[in-house]
């Protein structure tokens, strides 16, 4: 493995399932190697699943079946940074699928708890203005949206109303 970092993701049993999820939303994106345990652990049995190798958006990570009683929380989020309103539909959508859930200002929760952020480029470039009456404007804007909206952040920036 010739990658210096990559998250390492806690699932109760179902790592496997969850990486072929993401696989199948995120362009360059594989399964590089599912790791059956060679023993007993607390998270499963002997033959079990333990790790999922995956490449999720070019980037490594490491799927953990490592058992229940560790939820994800809103302490540990991943951004997906996309150019229009399709694409931030595309991802917000398949995301949600089977369960997940909005919650406010571009995050959500998929149906294995993890937390994302669907964040529009705009939004960014909004929020890291020069301007301080534009950041305000973009910021106010993104305050009263659960699912960011590009029009509406590119008209809080232009300072249309």
């Known amino acids: 493995m010739a990658d210096k970092i990559a998250p390492c993701l806690w699932f109760d049993g179902n790592a ?10 995120f ?19 002997a033959g079990g699943t333990i790790t999922v190798e995956a490449t999720i958006l070019g980037a490594p990570y490491l799927a953990l079946n490592g058992g229940p009683d560790q939820p994800f929380t809103d302490a540990v989020s991943f951004q997906i940074y996309t150019d229009d309103q399709a694409e931030t ?6 995301l949600l699928e089977g369960g997940g859930e909005p ?8 149906r294995y ?3 994302w952020q669907i964040v529009p480029r705009a939004l960014m470039d909004g929020l890291r203005h020069e301007d301080a009456e534009v950041r305000s404007r973009v ?3 993104m305050s009263q949206m659960i699912k960011i909206d590009h029009d509406a952040i590119e008209a ?3 300072g249309a109303s």
């Open 16 to 25: 496997e399932e969850a990486m072929r999820f993401y696989a199948g939303i």
């Open 27 to 45: 362009p360059d994106s594989s399964i590089d190697k599912v790791n059956p345990s060679p023993s007993d652990w607390p998270g499963g049995k």
């Open 89 to 94: 539909d595309r991802y917000w959508n398949a």
């Open 103 to 110: 919650m406010a200002c571009s995050w959500l929760s998929d």
């Open 113 to 115: 708890g993890v937390r």
């Open 139 to 141: 910021f106010a804007a």
């Open 156 to 158: 809080a920036i232009e």
